[in-house]
Structure formats: structure tokens, C-alpha cells
């Protein structure tokens, strides 16, 4: 007789972090991994890129200021590849003041965490992200 097949294990949850600051992506990480996720970090936009093209990614928490971009252009290249990828994924945007608000709903992103973070916001946040799409 054929032995059984155990099922496939769920694919674990992807998570870029784009944050230039070590604080806040270490604060993005730790909320992250608590929760299962896998998490990938850069501190630059070009980065961002060339993470984006690694697999599949269920979440990108994007700062809206990097040193190598800054406002909603690059936020709004973000959404376009977001919705043109094969499996799409949340957008988060990480902000500092309104006018960066501003920034990310002109580009039509509907998740912000405004920094510093309150405390509780990241890990109610990260308990709320589902995967967009059945694994």
C-alpha cells in the first residue's frame, strides 16, 4: 500500500521591513516574529526593490522618508507593484507626521503606523495582517 502523504506545511508569512531606523525595525521585527512571521529587513529603498523580487511577500512595512526616497512617489511605485504582483500584499506605512499622512493616502495606501510607536499599536497591528490570498 502507498504510505500516506502528510499535508503540506502552510507557507510561513513574509514580512519586509524598509526602515532606516535600527529601533524601529528591531520594535517591526519582534512584533513580527512573535506572531510567526518571517521578516527581512533593509534600511534603504534600494533594497526594497531588490528584496521585492525575492519570493513572495504577504506584508511591506515601507518608511515613507528613506535616505534614497523620500514621499509618495515611491509609495505610489510601491501600490503599483503591490497590485501588479502575482500574489499581492499589504502595504503598512510608517509615518511621522501629517503631511506624510498626506503622502500615503494621495497613494492610496490604507494602513499607517505613525512613529514612535504607542505602545501595543505594532503588536494589534501584526495580530490583525491576514494573508491577502489562500497560501
Known sequence: APSPVAPAAPRPRRALVVEDSLAMQTVLARALEAEGWQVELSDRAAGLWSLLDQGVWDAVFVDVSLPDARG????????????????????????????EETWVHDAGIASLLRKPFAPGTVEGLVRRLRPTTPA
Open 72 to 99: 509618495r512617489e515611491h509609495l505610489e511605485m510601491l501600490m503599483a507593484r503591490a497590485r501588479s504582483a502575482q500574489r499581492s500584499f499589504k502595504v503598512i506605512a510608517l509615518v511621522r507626521d501629517t503631511l
